[in-house]
C-alpha cells in the first residue's frame, strides 16, 4: 500500500471517485483547480470536467504522467448497494512506459481483470448491476 495525499483530478483513482459524485461535489474538486504538476496535468476547469465525463461514460479513469513522470495508472469504480461509488481498484503503470502507446497497451491487459474485480467486489458490497435490455429486439 502506497499512501500519500495527491490532487484527486490528477490520479486514476482520484477520478473515479470525482466522476462519480454528485454534480454539485464534483463542481467543489473543480472550482479548487489544479496545480501545473506536469506538462500533462489538466488545469482549466473545463478540461478537468471534460475528464471526469469521460471517466465516467467509459466506466473507468486513465492519469498518464499527470502527477508525475513517469507514472500512469488507471482505475474503476467499486460501488455500494446504493449505488454509490465507495472505493478504487486501479493499477499502476510501471515507470518503464514512457510512450502514449505503451500506456495503451498497459491499460488494454488491465482493463478486464480490473473491470471483474472491481464488479466482484462491487457485488460483495450488495451492489446489483442494471439488466441490459438486449440488442436487436423490438
Known sequence: IVMH???????ASGKILLA?????????????????LTPRTKTAPNDIRSDLDT??????????????HPKGAISFPVFDSEGNVVAALGAIAPGLIETDEAMQAFCGLAEEPLRRHSLRASVELGYRPPILAPVGLG
Open 5 to 11: 495525499r495527491a490532487p484527486a483530478a490528477a490520479t
Open 20 to 36: 462519480f459524485q454528485p454534480e454539485a461535489e464534483r463542481e467543489r474538486g473543480i472550482a479548487r483547480g489544479l496545480p501545473h
Open 55 to 68: 471517466c465516467r461514460t467509459r466506466g473507468f479513469g486513465i492519469a498518464f504522467y499527470e502527477l508525475q
